[in-house]
């Protein structure tokens, strides 16, 4: 077949490897690393812009700053490309691909399945009727430059209503004081917005596949990703920024599974085939607190596929259940190099690690991002545990340093004991934890 990625920032990558592994011809709309990409067979094309810098105005709005011109551009793309197979993962472009039936197999969450993503004030009020706890909104509003901070606190979370935006969290109100909020999120328009509490705890992510009402958990993970979503003086970086990603406890990873029974449930009477993640968070209080739903894989994916191309693309489908099945009694720690440049690629092929994202060929070398240089790492998934001959070869080789937080990596320490890995660190502070990885 050939298949048509329409995606985010690498939310695809070892999936289109199996594919073309497995004598598909892959595309798509990824287009910060041509070159990449070509070397793993995988075709970059650039009919489809991911990003319309231009006003509105100039054009007819579909969704989310999507032109309608769109719609002619991927009936272009299928013709000129003999697509076969469109699989869906970038939310705006549900509004495209929905927008007519292009007689071809499309698999994509639905219109209304993708606003719990997109409309965040929707998908709030969609967990609350779950029966899931949820932060308190502080204000509302229909245009976010006009943001009113004196009855906030100064701690405070600010979402957008509808526009499919970031998250970002306002660690010090007086910095609004300087420069508006619209200038620093870089968002011109007119927003409709909300603000939350900022519940203070312990961030969990559960992930799963939806498949028409079917569903299934894949991983779970503690991702401390706060950092990059904070306004300091600048707008958000990107996600993995200084990111903390580790393992939750049985205990933790249980409660955080049990919490989302019921939602998962409804959403799936909603429809639609797709990957997601729920984000909650563990209050200092011992429960849980609803934060998002990302109705799609996660930008820099890397995540080994546990199955063959087709197998997998037949599960995604079809048993939803069988991908989960993988996951069963794995686990697949992350770990986030970082403040680099050139990277050591072969490194990857060496010790068996699944291929990164986020890398072009520029003049014969492997350049981290040089497109946004907010995002100067990469996200590493492997398979058992974090292989730390990898980790200092890596960072032997290059400027790249493995990210642990506020952590003293002197104190870093791990041994494994029945084939599971125990981590121990101190803090700056002294504290002494241990916990599973």
């Known amino acids: 077949m050939n298949i048509l990625f329409t995606e985010m920032e690498y939310h695809n990558l070892q999936w289109q490897v199996k594919l073309v592994e497995e004598g598909h011809t892959v595309y798509t709309t990824q287009t910060g690393s041509p070159n990449y990409l070509k070397t793993l067979n995988i075709n970059s094309i650039s009919e489809i812009e991911y990003r319309v810098f231009t006003n509105p105005d100039n054009y007819t709005e579909l969704n989310n700053n999507l032109p309608l011109t769109h719609l002619d551009k991927l009936e272009q793309v299928i013709e000129k490309y003999k697509i076969d197979l469109i699989i869906n993962t970038w939310p705006t472009f549900n509004s495209i691909i929905h927008k007519k039936d292009f007689g071809i197999d499309i698999i994509?969450?639905?219109?209304?399945?993708?606003?719990?993503?997109?409309?965040?004030?929707?998908?709030?009020?969609?967990?609350?009727?779950?029966?899931?706890?949820?932060?308190?909104?502080?204000?509302?509003?229909?245009?976010?430059?006009?943001?009113?901070?004196?009855?906030?606190?100064?701690?405070?979370?600010?979402?957008?209503?509808?526009?499919?935006?970031?998250?970002t969290v306002i660690q010090d109100k007086k910095i609004l004081e300087h420069s508006s909020i619209g200038v620093l999120l870089g968002i011109p328009l007119a927003m409709k917005y909300f603000c939350e509490e900022h519940i203070k705890g312990y961030e969990t992510n559960i992930s799963y596949i939806m498949s028409e009402g079917k569903w299934s958990f894949t991983f779970s993970e503690h991702c401390d990703e706060s950092k990059s979503k904070q306004i300091n003086g600048e707008g958000p970086t990107a996600w993995f920024t200084d990111t903390i990603i580790e393992q939750l406890t049985p205990e933790i990873d249980k409660q955080v599974r049990d919490n989302v029974v019921e939602y998962l449930n409804q959403a799936g009477k909603l429809?639609?085939?797709?990957?997601?993640?729920?984000?909650?968070?563990?209050?200092?209080?011992?429960?849980?607190?609803?934060?998002?739903n990302n109705c799609r894989p996660y930008v820099q994916n890397t995540f080994p596929l546990p199955l063959g191309g087709n197998e997998y693309l037949d599960a995604f489908r079809?048993?939803?259940?069988?991908?989960?099945?993988?996951?069963?009694?794995?686990?697949f720690p992350k770990l986030v190099l970082q403040n680099g440049k050139e990277y050591p690629v072969h490194l990857h092929e060496k010790y068996g690690i699944p291929h990164p994202t986020n890398i072009e060929i520029i003049e014969d070398k492997y350049i981290v991002n040089p497109h946004n240089f907010s995002a100067n790492g990469v996200v590493v998934v492997f398979e058992d545990e974090i292989n730390m001959d990898f980790v200092n070869e890596v960072e032997k080789e290059s400027d790249f340093k493995a990210y642990w937080g506020n952590w003293d990596i002197k104190s870093y320490k791990y041994k494994s004991i029945n084939k599971k890995v125990f981590y121990q660190r101190t803090n700056k502070r002294g504290d002494n934890y241990v916990f599973m990885g």
């Not at 204000?139 to 957008?160: A, S, V, Y």
């Not at 968070?281 to 849980?288: A, F, K, R, T």
């Not at 079809?318 to 686990?331: A, E, L, S």
Request: proline share 5%.
């Open 108 to 167: 994509s969450a639905n219109e209304t399945s993708i606003k719990l993503e997109t409309e965040k004030q929707f998908g709030k009020m969609f967990a609350e009727k779950c029966g899931m706890k949820v932060p308190k909104t502080l204000q509302t509003g229909k245009d976010h430059r006009e943001l009113n901070t004196e009855p906030l606190p100064n701690q405070f979370i600010l979402k957008p209503s509808e526009f499919w935006n970031s998250s």
């Open 271 to 292: 429809g639609g085939t797709y990957e997601g993640s729920i984000t909650q968070m563990l209050g200092e209080d011992g429960e849980l607190y609803f934060l998002e």
């Open 318 to 331: 079809n048993n939803p259940q069988k991908i989960g099945d993988c996951f069963v009694g794995k686990n």
